[in-house]
């Protein structure tokens, strides 16, 4: 079967550094994709790995290692704006998306 | 205007009620998507449409009938729903489906409450 996993929420304090991972089981790949959800609002794109390593976009870097079926979203110097839910999805072979739950981040002053 | 508009924002209704949901797209995308999501859950994909056909359907009740009269409108008509079908509704496009590495751009969905 196909599966994603994330923690449910997370805390961290405004300025420090927070990493949410996501584990998954899938039969194929095409692609692993991470989009942020402020409450109330729409989801948007932050980032796309189909290569295993990290990729780089500011404070937020996405980390994939196909090979552990793993992936993070690093965000660093956090702000009280990160605080949001952040979702993992993936595309499997035949290119449908799998998503996760979503981990909502809390960030405390 | 924004990517992908959807309207209405919050929408009550009893279950023998027929109301429809509208989603618009001002990206010159041609694939539109409804989403449900639930809380706590994954969102469930409802409806692909690709250049006003259907390409998907993932065993949604036929209480939920999507319209794609062109490829920036989306509709969701919705009648004699259950409370289990209060959610949010997400409307998203991407510029085509199937491929990799597409990304979607998501409206900011409708709230939707069943009594």
């Known amino acids: 079967g196909q599966n994603i996993d994330q923690p449910t929420e997370m805390t961290a304090t405004e300025g420090a550094i927070v990493q949410i991972n996501c584990t998954y089981q899938?039969?194929?790949?095409?692609?692993l994709f991470w989009y942020q959800q402020h409450a109330g609002e729409a989801p948007t794109f932050l980032s796309y790995n189909v290569l295993d390593g990290l990729e780089e976009k500011g404070r937020f870097s996405s980390f994939l290692s196909r090979s552990k079926g793993y992936s993070y979203l690093l965000l660093k110097e956090l702000q009280m704006k990160d605080s949001a839910s952040y979702l993992c999805?993936?595309?499997?072979?035949?290119?449908?998306?799998?998503w996760g739950a979503g981990t909502k981040l809390i960030i405390k002053p | 205007e924004t990517g992908v508009t959807q309207t209405p924002r919050h929408l009550v209704m009893g279950m023998t009620n027929k109301k429809s949901l509208k989603c618009e797209q001002h990206l010159g995308h041609n694939a539109m998507y409804w989403y449900k999501q639930s809380a706590k859950k994954p969102l469930e994909l409802m409806f692909v449409y690709s250049l006003e056909e259907r390409v998907e359907n993932n065993s949604v009740p036929s209480r939920f009938s999507p319209e794609c009269p062109n490829s920036s409108h989306l509709f969701l008509h919705l009648h004699t729903l259950q409370p289990e079908d209060s959610a949010l509704y997400l409307c998203?496009?991407?510029?085509?489906?199937?491929?990799?590495?597409?990304?979607?751009?998501f409206g900011s969905g409708t709230q939707l409450s069943v009594l």
């Open positions: 999805a993936l595309k499997d072979s035949n290119y449908q998306l799998i």
């Open positions: 998203a496009s991407s510029q085509d489906s199937g491929t990799g590495s597409e990304k979607l751009f």
């Open positions: 899938t039969s194929g790949f095409n692609g």
